[in-house]
């Protein structure tokens, strides 16, 4: 079974520091991975969807990669901003089925 | 709809209350998934529609719930004779092709999710 863990569970820094969340798993039979953020009270936003033959995506700040041969994915934050502050979750898609990891709650202090 | 639309937003039921979720997806999305968060955890799956067909219904939790989208649309899951246990964030998620399909992935989009406590 696919197990997806994210570390640290809860970060927290400076505004304007960059900064790396980490993605790991145990198959690396996946379709794709995205990384979502997670708001207090609402769903779930899509940030970047990388497919399984791609290595890396870029969406402004924000910068992903994936190794599949390691198991691993990093979310990659430039200078972070109190508005980044949320839950970001990162979810591996396999044939029917999602697997989230428990994710990463960032608070970026003004 | 822009976005997917989940109701109520919130709800409160007596323990050993039928409680009904809806869910309104993309239209034109093929699949939609439903999925539990429990505070402070992430999403766990709970069942995947293509269209009208329930393919995959292996993460519900027992026997009390159920779930049908009988025109491949709108969704609807169900919780009978609920216990405090149930009490969690129900999100439901569309993506417009079934996983996997084409070339390239899907993004899937989620609701804001139904809020439930079981008291």
């Known amino acids: 079974k696919q197990e997806v863990t994210q570390i640290p569970a809860a970060l927290s820094v400076p505004e304007g520091e960059n900064l790396v969340l980490n993605c790991s798993f145990t198959d690396s039979a996946i379709y794709n991975l995205q990384w979502f953020r997670q708001d207090p009270g609402k769903g779930l936003t899509s940030l970047l969807l990388i497919q399984s033959s791609q290595r890396e995506q870029t969406s402004g700040r924000l910068n992903a990669s994936l190794d599949k041969s390691s198991g691993r994915s990093t979310l990659y934050i430039a200078a972070s901003q109190p508005g980044d502050s949320a839950t970001y979750l990162c979810v591996l898609y396999n044939f029917n089925k999602f697997y989230f990891g428990s994710g990463t709650k960032l608070n970026v202090k003004p | 709809g822009a976005g997917v639309s989940q109701s109520p937003r919130y709800k409160v039921a007596k323990r050993g209350q039928d409680v009904a979720l809806r869910c309104d997806p993309i239209?034109?999305?093929?699949?939609l998934f439903w999925y539990q968060q429990a505070l402070g955890q992430g999403p766990e799956f709970l069942t995947y529609f293509q269209n009208e067909a329930q393919l995959d219904k292996s993460g519900l939790p027992s026997d009390r719930f159920f779930a049908e989208r009988p025109e491949g649309s709108v969704s609807t899951l169900k919780i009978q004779r609920t216990q405090q246990e149930d009490s969690a964030v129900y999100l439901c998620?569309?993506?417009?092709?079934?996983?996997?399909?084409?070339?390239?992935?899907?993004?899937?989009?989620f609701g804001e999710g139904s809020w439930l406590t079981v008291v």
């Open positions: 998620a569309s993506s417009f092709k079934p996983p996997g399909t084409g070339k390239f992935g899907n993004t899937i989009y």
């Open positions: 239209s034109g999305h093929v699949s």
